[in-house]
């Protein structure tokens, strides 16, 4: 079976945008703040629209709503997929720009999905000697 070329892909002329292969571009990418920081790292996405195989006549297309970030480590290692209740996300209206990172509206301290790091840096790293400033 051979692959299809970007070429080859149907075209959508009444949406505006580009085409964007969600595990080329997408999975696995850093995500950044308006500030430049890290917010997270996309693990997963959540579409609306997705209707089983025998409906796809029927179907319209999937809608992409939301990235999804986690503690997916040992799923990855161990194999599965963890569950949804432990990944959080950003809605993919917040995105403004797909490249070699993805740019976000907000600031990383906004989102909910670095409270791992902001705990783990209020509570352990401050601790350490020399843990409160930046390195010189």
């Keep these: ?35 430049g920081e890290p917010v997270m790292v996309v693990d997963d996405l959540e579409l609306d629209g997705v209707k089983p195989d025998h409906d796809r006549a029927l179907a319209g297309r999937p809608v992409l709503t939301r990235l999804l970030s986690g503690p997916t480590l040992w799923t990855r290692i161990f194999g599965g997929r963890p569950p949804r209740s432990r990944l959080d996300g950003i809605d993919w209206r917040e995105v403004t720009d797909v490249g070699v990172v993805i740019s976000v509206t907000g600031r990383a301290e906004d989102y909910d999905l670095t409270w791992r790091e902001r705990w783990l840096r209020n509570r352990v790293i401050t601790r350490i000697p020399g843990g409160r400033h930046a390195p010189e």
């Design 1 to 35: 079976m051979m692959a299809r070329k970007h070429e080859d892909l149907p075209v959508d002329r009444s949406a505006n945008g580009r085409v964007v292969d969600a595990q080329l571009h997408l999975l696995d990418r850093q995500m950044l703040d308006t500030e």
